[in-house]
C-alpha cells in the first residue's frame, strides 16, 4: 500500500483557521469537549470522513462516531494489535466530523506489536469459521436483548400486580435503566462490528496489492468481482421483494400493485381481495421480520429510516418487479451463473501469471480472501441496518414519552440532546414523576431543540475542507486506507482541486463497466426515489442496500462516495449496469434532468449539456 | 498441387519449419493450422533461394565476396550491394523454380482470376525472438499478375544484399552460407482498416490486457509510423475497454491503380472517427487470446479487418520487449500463508 512521496509545499488549513459558523456557537459548544479541536490539534493530518458522516451530524447522532471509533480503536490498539497502527482519533467542528490516525513510527514498538499481532489476528485467521459462526450467534443475542427492552411507560399509579408481586422498584427506574441498556447496547454492537472488519479488508486487500502488481493494469472492480461472495445477508432484502412479486403473481393479487399508489392504498386493496389479499399480507410479513430491518441510508443518521418504518421504497419496487416476472424474466438473483464466473475470472487470471511460484501465492492470497471476506458483506445488515434501527427507534420512544411530558414539541426533538443530556432529561423527567412536581425540562429544551435545528440546517450550506492540517508524505496506515480508500494520491487530487479549471468531467472510482448516456436524477434522499423513471440515471450521495431495487430500472448509476467494494458497485455489476462511484462531488455538480454519459469502465461521468 | 521442397502451403507448415519457410511463412502456417484466419498463400522455401544463387554463382561468387566485406567500409558495402541486388532483380529463376512459383500462384488464384497478392519477405533470421532483424527486408503490396508476383519474390531476395542487411550480417558475424530468405506468397486482404496489437500492455507489461492501435486503410501505414493510430485498450480476460484514444489519422494506405499502394488523404469525415467498433475490438480481443494461447507466450499480431468486416490477421510474432526482462516474482508462496498478510499489516519497510 505504499504512496508517491512528493514534497508539496502547499497543504490544507489548519484546525484554528476554522471558524464556527457564525450564530452556531451554542451548537458547537453542545458537542463533547473531548472531540473539540484544540491549538495542538493544528500539527496533525486530519481529513473529513465524508464517506460515513456526509451530512453535518446532529449532537445525538454524534454517538454514531463516539461508539465506532471507540470499537475501531480498541480492536486495532488493544485487542488484535495492529502493528503500525492506533486508532482513530475524530473531531466535530460545524456538525462534520473530521479524523486522523495514529500511526506507529517507532520501529521498536512496531516489532513488538507484529509479534502480538501475529499471535492474535493470525489465530483469527486460522479460526475464522469457528468465530465468524459465534460472532452471529452473539449478535443475535444482542438484538434479541435489545428487541426484548421494555416499553416505557410511566403510570399515574404503579401497576397493582407489582405492588402485590413485591417488585418493590418503581417504574421511573426502569426508564434510566433501559435508557443505559440501550445506550450499551451500542457502544457493544459496535465491539462486534470491529471484530473481524479490518482482517477481513487486509486479506483482501493483500490479494488486490497482488493482483495490482502482477497486473498493473487490472481495474479495482475486477479484483472486487473475483474476490466478492453473492450469499450475504445484505442482499436478502431485495431477494425478498422478487418473492413478493412472485407470490403477488402467484396469488392472483398483482392488480393491486401500481406506480404512484401507497402502501396503505395497496395494503387496504389487499385486505379487501379476502383470503389472496391476506395471503400475500402474510407473506409480507415473513418477508418484513427481518428482511425490511434494512435503512435508507448507510445508519449512522437517526433519519435514515427503515423499509420497515416506511413501506414505501419496498412498494415503490414492486410493480416493476411484477412486470419484470410476467415477461418471463427470472426473478431470483443467478448466483450459480455469478459464481461460475468469478470461479472463470480468477482461473483466467491465474493462467496469466508467468510463473508456478506465483501461481501458488495467488492461490494462497485469493484463498483466504474468500473465506474471510463473507464477514464485510454480511456484518452490515446485522449491525448498520438491523441493530441500529432497533437503536434509533428505541431512542424515538424516549423522544415521544419526552415530548409528552412537554420536553419539545416532537419526538424526533430527541435527536438534538446529546446521549449525555438526554440521560439528564430522563432523569429530570424521573425526578418529576416520583415527586409530583413538574419536570424542568420544558423550560430549558424547546429553544435549545430549536437553536440546534438551525444550527445544523446553516451548517449543511456550508462546504467543508476535504482535510485539515500538514499534508504527511505518505499515508501507511492500512485502516485508513483500507476503511476510507485515502491515499497521497488522493490528497494531491484535493489539493489541486480548485485549481483546474471548470470542467465536464467528473472522475470517481470506475465500479461497473459500460458506457450510457441519459437523463441525470440527482436524489438527495429515499423519499426522492420515486422521480427516478425507466432509463433514468441515478445520481446520490451514496447507495446502500436498500437502494436495490431501484438498480432494476435505471440505466447507470452515479454516486459521491463509495469505492469498488460499495454497494453500489456491486449491485450494479450485477445488473450489468455503468456504475461510477466516490466522485465527491457529482450531486453537486450534476443538475437534475441534465444529460449526463457514464463511463463506468473508465470511472468519469461527462456533462453534456 | 502438393507442398513440395519448393512450395510451402500454409496447411503444411508451421513453425518447426522454420529453416525452410522463415518466420514469417512458419508463423502464418502455424496461425492457418490453429484455425485462426489467415489470407491464404504459400511459401516459396529457402531451396528455390539456394537454387538460384548457386545458379548465379556459376557465373560469379556471392557469398564469398559478402563475407569478405568489412563492416566499416560503407562505400565497398554500398558497391556490392548495388550490384548483387541488380544481379538478383534480374536474373531468370532456374525452370524448376520458376514452373513450380506459377503453378502455385495460379492455384492460389484460380482459373483466369487474378487478385492482388501480397508478396513478402520470411528470413530465416527474421521474427525469431532474439533478433530485432525485422523490419530489414521488403514486403510488397498489392502485386498483380504472376510477373509482378515472380519479380517481388526475386526482389525480396535481392533485399538481402540491401546495404542495410549486409552490414547488420557483418557487424554480428554472422555467416554467409546461413542466410536463406523463403517468400510468404498471399492474398492481399482490401483492408477497410488495420493495425497492430499486442497481447500484453507495451507501457507496463501487463499480461492482462490487450493493447490495439489502428488506423483506415492498409495497416502498413500503422507498421511504417506514418499515421497516428487510434489506441484501445481491452481486458484480454474482461473484455473491458479502458482506453480509447482517438488520434487525427490523416492519411491512409490504398491500393493504386495497376498496383503497389499509395498514400491516400482521409476524408474529413472520418479523420477524427474510431476506426474500430466496440464489437470489432473484442472481436480482435479474441483472437488475440486464441493466438497467444497457441503459442503459449505473448504475442506482436499485425491484423486487417475487410471491407465485409472479417478480420484477417498479417502476422503474429513473439513480443519480445517484456519477455526479455527478468523480473522478480511478485510474490512467493509461503509456509505459512498468512504471512502475506504482513504486507498490507507490517508497513512500509
Known amino acids: 500500500m505504499s504512496t508517491t512521496v512528493t514534497t508539496k509545499t502547499k497543504g490544507f488549513p489548519l484546525p484554528s483557521s476554522l471558524k464556527v459558523i457564525a450564530g452556531t456557537e451554542q451548537a458547537q459548544a453542545a458537542y463533547p469537549?473531548?472531540?473539540?479541536?484544540?491549538?495542538?490539534?493544528?500539527?496533525?493530518?486530519?481529513?473529513?470522513?465524508?464517506?460515513?458522516?456526509?451530512?453535518?451530524?446532529?449532537?445525538?447522532?454524534?454517538?454514531?462516531?463516539?461508539?465506532?471509533?471507540?470499537?475501531?480503536?480498541?480492536?486495532?490498539?488493544?485487542?488484535?494489535?495492529?502493528?503500525?497502527?492506533?486508532?482513530?482519533?475524530?473531531?466535530?467542528?460545524?456538525?462534520?466530523?473530521?479524523?486522523?490516525?495514529?500511526?506507529?513510527?517507532?520501529?521498536?514498538?512496531?516489532?513488538?506489536?507484529?509479534?502480538?499481532?501475529?499471535?492474535?489476528?493470525?489465530?483469527?485467521?486460522?479460526?475464522?469459521?469457528?468465530?465468524?459462526?459465534?460472532?452471529?450467534?452473539?449478535?443475535?443475542?444482542?438484538?434479541?436483548?435489545?428487541?426484548?427492552?421494555?416499553?416505557?411507560?410511566?403510570?399515574?399509579?404503579?401497576?397493582?400486580?407489582?405492588?402485590?408481586?413485591?417488585?418493590?422498584?418503581?417504574?421511573?427506574?426502569?426508564?434510566?435503566?433501559?435508557?443505559?441498556?440501550?445506550?450499551?447496547?451500542?457502544?457493544?454492537?459496535?465491539?462486534?462490528?470491529?471484530?473481524?472488519?479490518?482482517?477481513?479488508?487486509?486479506?483482501?486487500?493483500?490479494?488486490?496489492?497482488?493482483?495490482?502488481?502482477?497486473?498493473?493494469?487490472?481495474?479495482?472492480?475486477?479484483?472486487?468481482?473475483?474476490?466478492?461472495?453473492?450469499?450475504?445477508?445484505?442482499?436478502?432484502?431485495?431477494?425478498?421483494?422478487?418473492?413478493?412479486?412472485?407470490?403477488?403473481?402467484?396469488?392472483?393479487?398483482?392488480?393491486?400493485?401500481?406506480?404512484?399508489?401507497?402502501?396503505?392504498?395497496?395494503?387496504?386493496?389487499?385486505?379487501?381481495?379476502?383470503?389472496?389479499?391476506?395471503?400475500?399480507?402474510?407473506e409480507l410479513e415473513v418477508s418484513r421480520h427481518p428482511w425490511f430491518n434494512i435503512n435508507v441510508g448507510d445508519g449512522f443518521y437517526h433519519y435514515h429510516r427503515s423499509w420497515n418504518d416506511d413501506l414505501s421504497m419496498p412498494f415503490a419496487a414492486l410493480p416493476g418487479y411484477i412486470a419484470n416476472a410476467k415477461r418471463g424474466e427470472r426473478l431470483e438473483r443467478q448466483t450459480d451463473k455469478l459464481m461460475a464466473e468469478r470461479k472463470q475470472l480468477i482461473a483466467d487470471y491465474r493462467e496469466l501469471l508467468e510463473t508456478a511460484e506465483e501461481r501458488a501465492a495467488y492461490d494462497q492470497m485469493i484463498e483466504l480472501a474468500h473465506r474471510v471476506f463473507p464477514y464485510v458483506e454480511g456484518h452490515k445488515f446485522y449491525c448498520e441496518h438491523w441493530y441500529t434501527n432497533l437503536f434509533f427507534n428505541k431512542i424515538r420512544e424516549f423522544g415521544a414519552l419526552l415530548a409528552r411530558h412537554g420536553f419539545f414539541p416532537d419526538t424526533e426533538d430527541v435527536f438534538q440532546l446529546s446521549h449525555y443530556e438526554l440521560e439528564s432529561a430522563i432523569v429530570d423527567l424521573m425526578t418529576s414523576w416520583s415527586n409530583g412536581s413538574l419536570p424542568r425540562g420544558p423550560e430549558r429544551w424547546p429553544a435549545i431543540v430549536r437553536e440546534r435545528k438551525a444550527a445544523i440546517a446553516e451548517w449543511a450550506k456550508h462546504e467543508t475542507p476535504p482535510a485539515l492540517g500538514p499534508v504527511p508524505d505518505i499515508i501507511d496506515d492500512p485502516a485508513i486506507v483500507m476503511l476510507w480508500g485515502i491515499t497521497r494520491e488522493n490528497l494531491d487530487t484535493w489539493l489541486t482541486a480548485g485549481e483546474q479549471p471548470n470542467s465536464n468531467e467528473i472522475k470517481g472510482v470506475a465500479a461497473s463497466s459500460g458506457v450510457v448516456e441519459g437523463c441525470a436524477r440527482v436524489v438527495k434522499s429515499a423519499e426522492e426515489i420515486d422521480r427516478l423513471s425507466h432509463g433514468d440515471i441515478l445520481v446520490c450521495q451514496v447507495t446502500n442496500p436498500s437502494w436495490a431495487p431501484v438498480f432494476q430500472k435505471i440505466a447507470a448509476a452515479v454516486s459521491d462516495i463509495g469505492g469498488s467494494m460499495s454497494h453500489a458497485a456491486i449491485v450494479a455489476r450485477e445488473y450489468g449496469l455503468p456504475a461510477v462511484v466516490g466522485t465527491g462531488t457529482a450531486t453537486q455538480k450534476i443538475k437534475d434532468g441534465q444529460r449526463i454519459r457514464v463511463d463506468g469502465g473508465r470511472g468519469i461521468v461527462t456533462l453534456l449539456e | 498441387m502438393p507442398s513440395s521442397e519448393i512450395i510451402g502451403w500454409f496447411a503444411d507448415i508451421g513453425l518447426s519449419d522454420r529453416p525452410t519457410v522463415g518466420g514469417k511463412g512458419g508463423s502464418l502456417g502455424e496461425l492457418a493450422r490453429a484455425a485462426i484466419p489467415v489470407p491464404p498463400g504459400f511459401v516459396v522455401r529457402t531451396a528455390a533461394f539456394e537454387r538460384f544463387l548457386s545458379a548465379l554463382e556459376k557465373d560469379e561468387p556471392i557469398r564469398t565476396r559478402v563475407e569478405a566485406l568489412d563492416e566499416n567500409e560503407l562505400d565497398k558495402i554500398l558497391a556490392l550491394s548495388q550490384q548483387l541486388r541488380a544481379r538478383l532483380e534480374n536474373s531468370m529463376l532456374p525452370d524448376d523454380v520458376n514452373s513450380e512459383i506459377l503453378a502455385a500462384h495460379a492455384e492460389l488464384c484460380g482459373e483466369g482470376n487474378n487478385p492482388p497478392l501480397a508478396v513478402r519477405s520470411s528470413a530465416t533470421m527474421e521474427d525469431a525472438a532474439d533478433a530485432s532483424f525485422a523490419g530489414l527486408q521488403d514486403t510488397y503490396l498489392w502485386t498483380i499478375g504472376t510477373r509482378a508476383t515472380v519479380r517481388c519474390v526475386r526482389s525480396c531476395w535481392a533485399s538481402l544484399y540491401s546495404a542495410a542487411s549486409i552490414t547488420y550480417r557483418r557487424k554480428h558475424g554472422l555467416p554467409e552460407s546461413g542466410v536463406a530468405m523463403a517468400v510468404v506468397v498471399q492474398a492481399m486482404v482490401n483492408a477497410r482498416k488495420a493495425g497492430v496489437m499486442f497481447t500484453r500492455s507495451p507501457m507496463t507489461g501487463d499480461r492482462s490486457v490487450v493493447t490495439i492501435e489502428g488506423s483506415w486503410g492498409l495497416g502498413s501505414s500503422v507498421v511504417g509510423g506514418e499515421v497516428t493510430p487510434d489506441r484501445f485498450v481491452i481486458g484480454k480476460i474482461t473484455g473491458e475497454i479502458s482506453v480509447r484514444e482517438?488520434?487525427?489519422?490523416?492519411?491512409?494506405?490504398?491500393?493504386?491503380?495497376?498496383?503497389?499502394?499509395?498514400?491516400?488523404?482521409?476524408?474529413?469525415?472520418?479523420?477524427?472517427?474510431?476506426?474500430?467498433?466496440?464489437?470489432?475490438?473484442?472481436?480482435?480481443?479474441?483472437?488475440?487470446?486464441?493466438?497467444?494461447?497457441?503459442?503459449?507466450?505473448?504475442?506482436?499480431?499485425?491484423?486487417?479487418?475487410?471491407?465485409?468486416?472479417?478480420?484477417?490477421?498479417?502476422?503474429?510474432?513473439?513480443?519480445?520487449?517484456?519477455?526479455?526482462?527478468?523480473?522478480?516474482p511478485v510474490a512467493r508462496p509461503a509456509e505459512n500463508p498468512l504471512q502475506h498478510v504482513m504486507k498490507i499489516f507490517g508497513g512500509r519497510r
Not at chain 1, 493470525?122 to 469457528?130: G, P, S, T
Not at chain 1, 460472532?135 to 416499553?151: D, G, V
Not at chain 2, 472517427?273 to 475490438?281: G, K
Not at chain 2, 479474441?286 to 507466450?297: K, N, Q
Open chain 2, 246 to 328: 482517438i488520434s487525427d489519422k490523416h492519411v491512409q494506405h490504398e491500393p493504386a491503380p495497376g498496383g503497389g499502394i499509395q498514400d491516400v488523404e482521409t476524408p474529413e469525415e472520418f479523420r477524427k472517427v474510431p476506426c474500430l467498433s466496440d464489437a470489432e475490438i473484442v472481436a480482435l480481443r479474441d483472437i488475440a487470446r486464441r493466438v497467444e494461447r497457441h503459442y503459449g507466450r505473448p504475442q506482436d499480431i499485425e491484423w486487417a479487418i475487410d471491407y465485409a468486416g472479417e478480420i484477417h490477421l498479417l502476422q503474429s510474432r513473439p513480443e519480445t520487449v517484456w519477455s526479455a526482462k527478468d523480473r522478480a
Open chain 1, 33 to 282: 469537549y473531548y472531540i473539540q479541536f484544540t491549538k495542538e490539534d493544528d500539527d496533525r493530518f486530519w481529513f473529513y470522513n465524508s464517506m460515513h458522516f456526509p451530512e453535518p451530524m446532529s449532537v445525538f447522532d454524534m454517538i454514531t462516531a463516539e461508539a465506532a471509533y471507540c470499537a475501531l480503536g480498541s480492536a486495532n490498539t488493544r485487542v488484535h494489535c495492529l502493528p503500525t497502527t492506533l486508532g482513530i482519533d475524530y473531531r466535530v467542528l460545524n456538525g462534520r466530523v473530521y479524523i486522523g490516525g495514529n500511526a506507529v513510527a517507532d520501529p521498536d514498538e512496531v516489532a513488538k506489536r507484529t509479534q502480538e499481532f501475529q499471535k492474535r489476528a493470525f489465530y483469527y485467521y486460522a479460526n475464522w469459521e469457528r468465530l465468524f459462526a459465534q460472532w452471529k450467534n452473539k449478535m443475535m443475542a444482542l438484538i434479541r436483548e435489545a428487541e426484548a427492552l421494555p416499553k416505557l411507560d410511566l403510570p399515574e399509579f404503579e401497576p397493582l400486580e407489582h405492588v402485590h408481586a413485591g417488585r418493590g422498584i418503581a417504574s421511573n427506574h426502569y426508564i434510566l435503566d433501559t435508557y443505559q441498556r440501550t445506550l450499551e447496547g451500542y457502544f457493544r454492537m459496535w465491539h462486534h462490528h470491529f471484530e473481524f472488519l479490518l482482517l477481513g479488508y487486509g486479506a483482501y486487500l493483500t490479494f488486490f496489492d497482488f493482483c495490482k502488481k502482477a497486473f498493473p493494469e487490472i481495474s479495482d472492480q475486477t479484483v472486487a468481482r473475483m474476490v466478492a461472495g453473492l450469499e450475504a445477508e445484505i442482499f436478502r432484502p431485495d431477494d425478498e421483494l422478487r418473492r413478493l412479486a412472485k407470490c403477488a403473481i402467484d396469488l392472483g393479487v398483482e392488480g393491486q400493485f401500481r406506480e404512484g399508489v401507497s402502501p396503505d392504498e395497496v395494503i387496504r386493496s389487499l385486505k379487501q381481495l379476502g383470503e389472496p389479499g391476506a395471503a400475500w399480507l402474510r
